[in-house]
């Protein structure tokens, strides 16, 4: 279980505002590393960004990888808990959807909720697919990763590379994949939902079903773009994030 001392191991600081009215905390996805929010961070003025770094990976590459969503849920919203000195908005990609929704779970069970949960590029919590990634070789599983295009090409023809990013991101994959909700569990706080119109994993109607998992507000939008459509066409989630907070003053608490 994470202590206070492991703070700046799991949530690493990637944009500053010199008066911020809220935080943005961001979730990767599967083999994914906070970095990877770094360019999309940059956009938001007014806001402290942060990103999620995941054990298993970079810098904690040494470290034991978690066995599920719930797991890596509960460790994060333990560091979370009391950060009450901004207004808290999460964000997540893919598997870092699922984190940021369990840990808005357990944010709500500790008396302090986000202001809003952004799930992107990922299916409704409750809706189970049988997807079988994590099982699948070496040369199946790269191929998996060049469709969804989280990975360059150059850097899925580099063996080092590889050797160092498969393990935590077939790890990844095996939580995401194996991942079951509680059903009927919702968060109170308005859920907004973005994907991409080319997304060859997420469908409409399936990324509509995060609406049975909040009793608050619920809006979807879709992009043009793939699974990772914010690296390139990201303005109208920025938008949408700013939005979120356009009642919240610049001060709280």
Same mark, same amino acid.
């Given at each position: ?28 996805? @599967? ?16 806001? $402290? ?26 460790? !994060?919203? @333990?560091?979370?808990? $009391? ?8 964000? #997540? ?56 295009? #989280?990975?360059?090409? =150059? ?5 080092? !590379?590889? $050797? ?22 919702? !968060? ?15 469908? =409409?109607? $399936? ?16 992009? @043009? ?6 690296? =390139? ?21």
């Amino acid at each position: 279980m994470a202590t206070t001392d492991d703070f700046g191991l799991w949530i690493r600081r990637l944009s500053t505002a010199d008066t911020p009215r809220a935080r943005l905390v961001c979730f990767p996805h @599967a083999g994914g590393s906070a970095n990877f929010y770094f360019r999309f961070a940059r956009r938001f003025g007014d806001l $402290d960004v942060h990103g999620i770094q995941y054990p298993g990976r970079q810098d904690r590459r040494h470290e034991r990888t978690r066995d599920s969503v719930q797991e890596l849920a509960g460790e !994060i919203a @333990a560091l979370m808990g $009391d950060w009450d000195d901004l207004p808290v908005v999460l964000l #997540g990609n893919s598997m870092g959807a699922l984190v940021a929704f369990e840990t808005a779970l357990r944010l709500e069970a500790l008396g302090n909720p986000p202001r809003a949960l952004f799930a992107c590029g990922r299916v409704g919590p409750m809706l189970l697919r049988d997807e079988q990634t994590h099982l699948k070789g070496k040369d199946a599983f790269l191929r998996e990763m060049a469709l969804l295009g #989280g990975m360059g090409h =150059e850097l899925l023809q580099d063996e080092e !590379i590889i $050797d160092l990013v498969l393990p935590p991101m077939q790890a990844d994959y095996r939580v995401a994949e194996t991942y079951r909700g509680t059903p009927g569990a919702r !968060i109170s706080v308005p859920l907004h939902v973005h994907i991409g119109d080319d997304d060859p994993k997420v469908t =409409e109607p $399936d990324a509509a079903e995060w609406r049975h998992s909040t009793t608050g507000a619920f809006t979807m939008d879709v992009h @043009a773009g793939g699974h990772f459509f914010f690296t =390139e066409n990201g303005d109208a989630l920025v938008d949408a994030v700013h939005r979120s907070l356009a009642e919240v003053p610049a001060v709280h608490g």
